[in-house]
């Protein structure tokens, strides 16, 4: 059952194809680290975090912060030994076999998909807010959001514009529509510029008051596995905040002297991204309330339950940052900044579609890369004769996001999400560990420092935010794992090329697929 491993050097042998000018150095992976980070996370789920630990929001970033860079670390080792397609699937297939390698393919899959929906849902409340509203249109309630009976809003039955843009996304992956580097430089930039412009005009308003921070943690540092509430349980939640930090990893190839500048760019970026988002949330706190709504037993109501969605259709919740879909631009909003936080809406409506698109991106090319390697159906690794996309599994994704983002609130599948991605980065400590042991005279560009006590110390932060996690996202991983070691067992194990000895390296059709990552430049063909 564990005895199919994957030679890793025959998956090495397309890196070997290949000639990477090593050009980047420290500044340039911090700034791409940056660039990748600030999203959806920010943007959206500031009001989640605040419902679930208050003030303490800002030592949940902290908490999420640490975690994310002691994983970065152990994926920036085994990306700059085995620098081709399928992420964690991949370097799982070459450490620890097949099987492991389709759980964590399979995680990989639901944790794309799952994110993509929450940041078309997150970019619905802006678009919503920002631009409906600003010409005056009001969205009739039915199309503004799911049902309430699954954490929607009151008289809602579907989200339309989540729905409209998961789609719209779709066929722009399907048709090869790719972004350059300048565009997604530009994006970046109003990203960080309307961040910044939300920390100086917030810290500096009349309206910022200490005594708003108090209590500082409601709902307490560790609210107990499977509440989701508390620092630690808002933690677990905004992990999803920082989605996006190993592109840096994955770049380790590219860069002048790795082992130093590899570590500066991804404990650098992620530091630069903890500090902001410590302020913006802090600006949030400090000037509307960030005190989260109560429930009879004393701790905060669910994100995304039925009843925190009555509580905020009450007029005294109208204004509460808790209760927005467009947190940030809606704090500007009641401060009387209407102009900055059209702003701030207009920059989270420009930059979350690339967001969008690199995640569906992500889930389709780990669709077609075990499908290719004989897991899934050999349908879904068919390209398209005339745009050279994976066509048929980008459709099946985009409908899968699009039904997801049209009536699942952005919390629940923010949750969920993350609960895919801490599996996928313990995997990837795992898998360093294993590789120390079993290939220790492999040529690594990078190595991580003290690995015996950097790699386990990820597995546990990843186990621990895990568990804190609400139990419904903690449920849901296991549930569909267990579909998926029945897909395997049922289909994938019998027709699996490994297992029927063939080892072939397809790298040189991989490549040819479009679109490109945005702002990623080609690695060029073999």
Same mark, same amino acid.
């Given at each position: ?130 631009i409906l509203g600003g010409l005056g249109i009001d969205l009739p309630t039915w199309l503004r959001g799911g049902p309430l009976a699954l954490g929607g809003i009151e008289g809602g039955f579907i989200n339309l514009p989540a729905l409209l843009i998961a789609l719209l996304v ?208 050999? =349908? %879904?690794? !068919?390209?398209? /004769? ?6 048929? @599994?980008? #459709?099946?994704?985009? *409908? $899968? ?32 560990? =294993? %590789?120390? !042991?079993?290939? /220790? ?6 190595? @991580?420092? #003290?690995?015996?006590? *950097? $790699? ?33 067992? %049922? ?11 063939? @080892? ?23």
């Amino acid at each position: 059952m564990f005895g199919r491993v994957k030679p890793l050097d025959a998956i090495l042998a397309t890196a070997e194809k290949k000639s990477l000018h090593r050009s980047l150095g420290w500044l340039q992976l911090t700034l791409f680290g940056i660039g990748c980070v600030i999203g959806t996370g920010i943007f959206v789920l500031t009001a989640v975090g605040a419902q679930k630990a208050g003030p303490g929001l800002m030592l949940a970033f902290a908490i999420a912060g640490a975690v994310c860079v002691v994983a970065a670390l152990c994926y920036a080792e085994v990306a700059a030994m085995i620098p081709v397609a399928g992420s964690a699937y991949t370097y799982s297939y070459a450490t620890m076999g097949e099987f492991f390698a389709w759980t964590v393919g399979w995680a990989l899959i639901m944790e794309y998909a799952i994110a993509a929906s929450a940041v078309s849902v997150g970019w619905s409340g802006y678009f919503t807010g920002t631009i409906l509203g600003g010409l005056g249109i009001d969205l009739p309630t039915w199309l503004r959001g799911g049902p309430l009976a699954l954490g929607g809003i009151e008289g809602g039955f579907i989200n339309l514009p989540a729905l409209l843009i998961a789609l719209l996304v779709t066929w722009l992956l399907i048709i090869g529509t790719s972004e350059s580097a300048k565009v997604n430089a530009v994006l970046v930039a109003i990203k960080v510029a309307a961040l910044t412009v939300f920390v100086a005009v917030t810290l500096t308003s009349p309206e910022f008051d200490s005594a708003k921070f108090n209590p500082f943690l409601p709902a307490g540092v560790f609210g107990g596995f499977g509440t989701g509430v508390g620092a630690v349980g808002a933690a677990a939640t905004m992990f999803f905040a920082y989605v996006g930090f190993d592109a840096v990893s994955t770049a380790a190839e590219e860069t002048k002297n790795p082992q130093r500048n590899v570590p500066i760019g991804l404990v650098g970026s992620l530091l630069f991204c903890t500090v902001f988002y410590i302020l913006v949330a802090a600006g949030a706190i400090g000037t509307l309330g960030g005190q989260p709504i109560m429930g009879a037993t004393g701790v905060p109501l669910e994100a995304g339950s039925v009843e925190l969605a009555r509580q905020c259709a009450m007029p005294e919740h109208a204004s509460a940052l808790v209760c927005s879909n467009e947190p940030l631009a809606h704090v500007l909003r009641v401060l009387g900044f209407s102009w900055f936080g059209n702003a701030i809406g207009i920059a989270a409506i420009l930059a979350l579609p690339s967001v969008i698109l690199v995640l569906m991106y992500g889930q389709t090319r780990i669709f077609f890369v075990m499908s290719r390697d004989g897991l899934l159906p050999e =349908v %879904l690794s !068919r390209v398209h /004769p005339k745009f050279r996309t994976p066509h048929v @599994v980008t #459709a099946i994704t985009g *409908v $899968a996001v699009a039904v997801a983002a049209a009536f699942f609130p952005v919390g629940q599948l923010a949750d969920i999400s993350n609960a895919g991605t801490l599996y996928a980065f313990l995997m990837v400590a795992v898998a360093v560990l =294993v %590789l120390r !042991r079993t290939d /220790p005279r492999r040529v690594r560009n990078f190595r @991580v420092p #003290a690995v015996w006590f *950097v $790699a386990p110390l990820t597995v546990i932060g990843c186990v621990f935010l895990f568990l804190n996690l609400p139990t419904a996202a903690m449920l849901f991983l296991p549930g569909w794992s267990v579909l998926g070691v029945f897909v395997y067992f %049922l289909y994938s194990r019998s027709r699996s090329q490994l297992g029927r000895g063939i @080892v072939e390296v397809h790298e040189a059709e991989y490549a040819e697929i479009e679109p490109d990552i945005p702002g990623v430049e080609d690695r060029g063909r073999p």
